[in-house]
C-alpha cells in the first residue's frame, strides 16, 4: 500500500511538481487538483482518453469531471485515506502528454 | 435554439425516456441526471467513448463525471438556460449504447 | 452523394492539402493515403480518438490500421467508387488536429 | 521475453482460446488472426478503446485495422519472432471484454 504522504512531503512534492508548469496543481479538499482548458471538446476527450489509458496502466485512477473543453482532475489515493506518491506520479505523466 | 422545456414537457418526456429503463434519470438541480456504474473502468471508459462521439455528433455534449467505474452524467442546455429536447436526444442515444 | 473527383481535381486538392505539410499525403491504390508516425502508442491512440470523432460527425470513416506508434489512414469515398470532396474534408481535419 | 510458441503449443492454446467462442481465432500468416464485426461504427471504436487499454497495460500492441464497423486484429511477437503467450493472453482478455 501506498503511504499517505504527510503535509511536509506533499509541500516538497508539488513543488517538484510545478516547476516549470505554466499552471500549477493545488491542493484543494486534500487532494491533488487541477482544472486543464483544452481547445475543444474533441481535444478534451483525446486529453481524457490518454490519461486514462495512463491510469489503468499503473492501476490508480483519477476522479475528474468534464465540461465541453475544461477537464477537473482530483488525485487522491483512497486506501491510503490522502494523497500519496501514486498521485503525484500520476500527475507527472498527465503533464508528460502532449497537452490537452 | 432550442427552446427550454417547461415542467409539464419535461414530465412527459423523462417518462417517456425511462420507460423500460431498469434504473430511471431524474431531475436534480434542473438538469437531467443519471448515474451509471459500469463494470470496471475500462468498462466505464469505453462508455464515456461513446457517449463522447454521440455528443460531439449531435453538438450538444454532457456535463459528468467519472470515479473508477462510476460514471455521472447531467444534461442541460447552457443557451437554453434550461432543459431542452437536445437533452432528451441525448440521453436517449446514451441508454441506446449497449450499456456499460 | 458526393462525386468521384477526376485526376486534375485530385491534384488541385491534393496540392493544397499538401501545402506547409512536412510530410504529405499521396495517392495510393486510389486512395488519399498517409502514414503517421507518433511519439508512442498513447499519442497514436489518442490521436485516433481524435480522428474517430471527426470521422463519425462527418459520417465518413477512414479505412486505417495501427501498429504501436504509426498510424495508417487511407480514404476514400465507397459510394462514389474512388476519391471525392469528402476525403480531402477529413484529411484537412486530420491534418487541423494538433498532431500525434 | 517471451518464447516462441512451436506448433504444438499454438495448437492446445488456440483449443482452449476458442473454446466457446462462437466465432473461432484462426493462424494467418504465422499471426493470431480474428476479424470482428461491431453494430457500427461507435461500437468499434469504443471496442477498440478497451483493447487499446489492456494492450498498453500488458505493454504488447495489437496490429490492426478498422474499416467502419469491422476491427481485425493480428497478434504477434516481434521481439519472439512469433506467437507467444502474450498473444493469447491478450486475445483472452479482448474475448472477455463485454464485445463489440
Known sequence: MADKLIDSEITINLTSLNHQLEKPWTIVNEKLHKEFIC?????????????????????????????????????????????????FDLATKIEKTSGC
Chains 1, 2, 3, 4 share one sequence.
Open 39 to 87: 481547445g475543444d471538446f474533441i481535444n478534451a476527450f483525446s486529453f481524457m482518453t490518454r490519461v486514462a489509458i495512463y491510469a489503468e496502466k499503473a492501476n490508480h485512477h483519477p476522479e475528474w469531471s468534464n465540461i465541453y473543453k475544461t477537464v477537473t482532475i482530483d488525485l487522491t489515493t483512497h486506501e491510503s485515506n490522502g494523497i500519496s506518491h501514486k498521485d
